[in-house]
């Protein structure tokens, strides 16, 4: 009933060490430029602004001074068995390609937000409106990602086409596409992370930072009980950072 | 000859029907509600969804939450035909007639809203072009478009058989024709019906990352395939009878015997009474089985009065126990509780299909999030007072000039 997990020989993953994080929004802010989100008419209302890229705050609850906070950045979790895949009617979403990205084809998607619904990471949006970018703004736009019309779910795609850009460079430089270098394609947030707390390559490929990053006991993911199986990991040396990953009953 | 005598002429035989001035004044006063409706619709798709209640939180809302209680209460039309047509009995000529329109009415609403509720409704044809076959809605797609499809062929010779239609040797006959081949379609019905109220019910109890709808189940089917089910064909036929008691209300005729709407509600209380034993076993086992394996408990599923507790027990007790002690019982032979439990029966599963559409939703499964509450805003109430008021017409429509209820002549003798 909980669909199948997926295993590619690549998989890309992201690892954020929570604890390094300054809550700064640098990775929502050129997730948005990088990814052609259109600019927020009304940002305040968090359950209708798009970020594909978005930090919550965090607090352990006490009062000062045992008072804490922890920011944690929440891309797309990527899920090696993601929940909004099997639900899509119209196969606009999928994890079908090495890599193990989960993919959203916006001129497929018709707009019923099943896959909205199925998230529990709530990395789905709907465009509610025409996107519009305001006169001087479309300067801004990117050629490398689309942009989408009204009526269609987006979400983060791990910057897909700087993949395809770092493949393409590979092959350029005679290199293997297939077997790139740690560092060779990150997403843009991880780019732009000031404090370094974002770390991104493939979790298979020992060759890689996040291959042994994902090792540390202090690593874990969002929610692994429902057995989405996720490709984002966060790293905290703070038990109660680590607990809020997850639903735990008072006995366990 | 007047147009208001001529129009006499297009009554059922033998029936009385209120003046035409009154009619139009009713349609008139639907006209407006559904004129009000269509605005909001065409704001809809002028603007985008952003004129909605709806949001990146809550991407289902009242539209789908009135589509699953229309298509459950629907459920009347294919349950009542299957058991006129190939489990045969008789009795139930009298009120099958009402059963496909009301269906029709659900499911062409049904629709209407669907175009409205997905982003691209241009792009509802992908879900025969590009269907993902693992997919619940997939086949709610597949089932509702060909089961209105159905129902279209059910509802045709209603309309061939108005008095002056059915003067056309042609289309008298057509009617003939289409009425031996009923059964076929009551099959067809049947087992379309049953695969899209249980693919409805499938939707949500896949959702294995929503701990407040996901459910084990039996093969590729989550209990709530079943449960789905066997709601829809429980409440169908008590909100046949509920259509019928309105009706005679407002018209102040009697259209069916008493006994027929008894049979109707005992059948519906016979199927309320197996889900009240599966409905009870599910949320057992979901209370100690798939909560507890998702770290979470029973408290959390409920939050101040919006998504409170009482929805819980009035869905399970008050909409549940009562109407089957009601509609089983020689209570039924009174009005008062046949009525009340047919009500009771509607509204319990009104309220499953909204807690498992917005209360599933509003749960904060990621630890650090919070419960959040959705308000649905004029436009989704306005087109959904549309799908009403469209109803309310075509009912209208078919009662003033088709002959829906065979006993009516000999039921209103003077």
Redesign the interface.
């Known amino acids: 009933m909980s669909g199948q997990k997926m295993e590619f020989p690549i998989t890309w993953g992201m690892v954020i060490d929570i604890d390094k994080c300054t809550g700064c929004g640098a990775c929502m802010a050129s997730c948005q430029t990088e990814n052609n989100v259109e600019p927020q008419r009304e940002a305040s209302n968090k359950l209708r602004s798009t970020s594909w890229m978005t930090v919550y705050e965090l607090t352990n609850g006490k009062s000062f001074p045992d008072h804490d906070i922890a920011y944690l950045p929440r891309p797309c979790q990527q899920c090696g068995n993601p929940p909004c895949v099997s639900v899509c009617p119209v196969i606009a979403t999928e994890k079908n390609e090495n890599g193990g990205i989960v993919s959203q084809v916006y001129p497929r998607c018709i707009g019923c937000r099943y896959c909205v619904a199925a998230c529990p990471y709530h990395v789905r949006y709907f465009g509610w409106f025409d996107p519009v970018w305001p006169e001087g703004m479309q300067k801004t736009l990117s050629p490398l990602t689309s942009v989408r019309p009204r009526g269609v779910v987006e979400k983060c795609t791990f910057c897909h086409h700087r993949w395809t850009l770092a493949k393409d460079a590979a092959r350029a430089n005679g290199k293997d596409p297939d077997n790139l270098d740690d560092g060779a394609y990150v997403t843009t947030c991880v780019q732009n992370c000031p404090s370094g707390a974002l770390a991104f390559g493939d979790l298979k490929n020992p060759k890689h930072k996040v291959h042994e990053l994902i090792k540390s006991p202090y690593a874990y993911r969002l929610l692994e009980r429902l057995g989405t199986d996720t490709q984002v990991y966060y790293i905290s040396r703070r038990e109660w950072v680590r607990k809020l990953g997850d639903n735990y009953l008072k006995s366990e | 000859m007047s147009i208001i005598e001529s129009e006499k002429n297009w009554y059922p035989e033998g029936v009385e029907r209120c003046s035409l001035g009154k009619f139009l004044k009713w349609l008139a006063f639907l006209g407006i509600v559904a004129g009000y409706g269509f605005v909001a619709m065409i704001v809809c798709f002028v ?4 004129v909605t209640g ?7 809302g009242l539209w789908i939450t009135f589509d699953l209680a229309v298509i459950a209460l629907g459920a009347g039309a294919f349950f009542t035909g299957l058991l006129r047509y190939i489990i045969r009995i008789d009795e139930l000529k009298n009120i099958i007639n009402l059963t496909v329109i009301k269906g029709f009415i659900c499911y062409s609403g049904a629709m209407l809203i669907l175009s409205l ?5 241009i ?2 044809w ?2 025969y ?4 076959v ?5 086949e ?2 597949f089932c509702i478009t060909c089961y209105l499809l159905v129902l279209i062929i059910e509802y045709v010779p209603l309309i061939l058989e108005q008095k002056q239609i059915n003067k056309i040797p042609y289309l008298h006959n057509l009617a003939h024709q289409m009425h031996v081949v009923m059964p076929l379609f009551a099959g067809i019905g049947a087992f379309l019906s049953t695969f899209h109220q249980g693919s409805l019910g499938g ?1 949500y ?7 407040y709808a ?4 039996f093969f ?1 089917w ?1 209990w709530t395939f079943f449960l789905f089910v066997l709601s829809a064909i429980a409440t169908g036929p008590c909100m046949t009878v509920l259509i019928c008691g309105f009706m005679e209300k407002v018209t102040g005729r009697k259209l069916t015997t008493y006994r027929i709407k008894s049979l109707m509600c005992k059948i519906g209380g016979t199927m309320l009474l197996i889900y009240t034993v599966f409905k009870y076993l599910d949320t057992w086992a979901w209370i100690n089985n798939v909560l ?6 029973f408290d959390q599923m409920f939050y101040g009065l919006v998504y409170g507790r009482w929805l819980f027990v009035c869905e399970l007790v008050l909409c549940l126990l009562v109407p089957v002690v009601f509609l089983l019982t020689p209570l039924r032979k009174k009005p008062v509780f046949m009525y009340s439990g047919a009500i009771l029966a509607c509204a319990g599963v009104v309220i499953n299909r909204y807690v498992f559409t917005v209360q ?2 509003a749960i904060p ?5 919070k419960w ?1 509450i959705y308000t649905p805003n004029w436009a989704e109430w306005a087109t959904s007072l549309m799908v009403i008021a469209y109803g309310f017409i075509i009912m209208s429509l078919s009662y003033r000039y088709l002959p829906i209820f065979p006993q009516e002549v000999g039921l209103n003798k003077k």
Do not use: C, K
């Not at chain 2, 072009?129 to 993902?132: G, L, T, V």
């Not at chain 2, 499964?365 to 999030?369: C, K």
């Open positions: 603007y985008g969804l952003g709806l949001d990146n939180y809550f991407g289902f509720d997905v982003g691209q409704p792009r509802s992908f879900g072009w590009h269907p993902n693992h997919s619940m809605l997939t709610v797609i939707m109890g896949v959702m294995f990352a929503r701990p996901f459910r084990d189940g590729i989550p507890p394996r998702a770290g979470m408990t599933a939703l499964v990621l630890p650090f999030t959040e």
